[in-house]
C-alpha cells in the first residue's frame, strides 16, 4: 500500500486552522451572546473563520498534491474551495453593511447571501463524495452507493430549503408556504431520518472494511512534547521487541523440520544404494554416522 507522507505544509497549516478555528468560533459566539462584541470585530472574527475553515477542507486536497496523488481532483477541489471562502467573505460583508443600514435590507444582497449557502451546500457534499471514493476506491461498493445516494438526498432537501427562502421588503425573510408543506411532510421527514441513518451505517462499515486492509492495526497517532515523544518510542520498541521474538519462535521450527527432513532423504538414498549393492556395509555405516551427527 502507498504510504502518504505529511509535509511542512500540510503540518503548519493543519496546526493553525484547527486552533484559529476554535479561538475564532469561541470568541465569537460568547461575544454574540455576551453582547461584547461590535460589528466590525464580529466581522473580521467571521473572516478569519472563514478562512480556518477553508484551511480544514483544504488539507486533504493539499496532501494528494504534495504526494502526487490524484492531482487533477485534488487542484480542482481546491480551487473550489478558494472560490466558496471567497464567497462567504464577500457574503459577510454584505451582512455587515446591511447591518449597519437601519433601513430595509436590500433583497440583492441576500439573494447573494442565498447563493453562497446552496454553492456551499453542494460544495461540502460534493467534498466528501469525492474524499469518500478516494478513500475507499472498490471496497464494498454496495455500502459507498448507499451512502453517496443518502447524501445526495440530504444535498436536495438543504437545498430545497435555502431555495424556498424568500425576500420581500413586506414580510421580510419567509419560506415559501408550497416549500414549507412539502419539505415538512410526514413523508419527506422520515426518509430525511432514514438517509441520515444510512449515511452513519454505511461509514461505519466502510470505516470497518479499511481498518481491515490495512491489517487490523489500530494507527497510533504521534504525540507531542518530550513525554509524547518517549511514550511512543517506548511503544514501538516493544512492538519491535514482541516482533523479533515471534519471527524468532517461528522460523526455528521450520529450520529444525528443514534439517530433519533432508537428514532422512540422506539417509534413504544411502540405504536404497546399499540394498543395490552399489555400496559396501562399512561405507553405508560410515555415510548414516556422518549424516546423524550432522543431525
Not at 464567497?87 to 439573494?111: C, E, F, K, S
Not at 487490523?216 to 504521534?222: I, Q, V
Not at 521474538?245 to 538414498?269: D, F, G, M, N, Y
Amino acid at each position: 500500500m502507498e504510504t502518504k507522507k505529511t509535509g511542512m505544509l500540510y503540518k503548519i497549516l493543519s496546526t493553525v486552522s484547527i486552533v484559529g478555528l476554535f479561538l475564532t468560533v469561541g470568541i465569537l459566539v460568547t461575544g454574540l451572546v455576551q453582547g461584547y462584541l461590535n460589528a466590525l470585530t464580529a466581522l473580521i472574527l467571521a473572516i478569519f473563520t472563514i478562512l480556518f475553515a477553508g484551511c480544514m477542507l483544504s488539507l486533504v486536497w493539499i496532501n494528494n498534491i504534495q504526494n502526487q496523488r490524484y492531482k487533477k481532483t485534488s487542484i480542482a477541489f481546491l480551487a473550489f474551495t478558494i472560490l466558496c471562502c471567497i464567497l462567504w467573505i464577500v457574503a459577510v460583508i454584505l451582512v455587515y453593511i446591511m447591518a449597519q443600514n437601519t433601513t430595509t435590507a436590500p433583497v440583492g444582497a441576500l439573494r447573494f447571501v442565498q447563493a453562497a449557502v446552496i454553492a456551499s451546500i453542494q460544495f461540502v457534499v460534493a467534498n466528501i463524495i469525492a474524499r469518500n471514493i478516494i478513500k475507499h476506491q472498490k471496497s464494498h461498493i454496495a455500502f459507498q452507493i448507499i451512502m453517496y445516494i443518502s447524501c445526495l438526498f440530504i444535498d436536495f432537501y438543504v437545498t430545497m430549503f435555502a431555495i424556498g427562502i424568500n425576500f420581500t421588503p413586506a414580510d421580510g425573510i419567509k419560506l415559501s408556504e408550497s416549500i414549507r408543506s412539502f419539505l415538512f411532510s410526514g413523508g419527506m421527514i422520515v426518509t430525511l431520518i432514514l438517509f441520515v441513518v444510512y449515511i452513519a451505517v454505511a461509514n461505519s462499515i466502510l470505516n470497518q472494511v479499511e481498518a481491515k486492509k490495512n491489517g487490523g492495526r489500530r494507527k497510533t497517532s504521534s504525540r507531542r512534547g518530550l513525554l509524547g515523544s518517549l511514550v511512543d518510542n517506548l511503544e514501538q520498541g516493544v512492538r519491535d521487541e514482541i516482533s523479533h521474538h515471534v519471527s524468532e519462535a517461528h522460523e526455528e521450527p521450520v529450520e529444525a523440520e528443514k534439517t530433519e527432513e533432508s537428514a532422512q532423504e540422506r539417509l534413504t538414498k544411502i540405504k536404497k544404494l546399499y540394498e543395490d549393492g552399489l555400496i559396501t556395509e562399512e561405507e553405508f555405516n560410515a555415510k548414516k554416522k556422518e549424516i546423524l551427527e550432522d543431525v
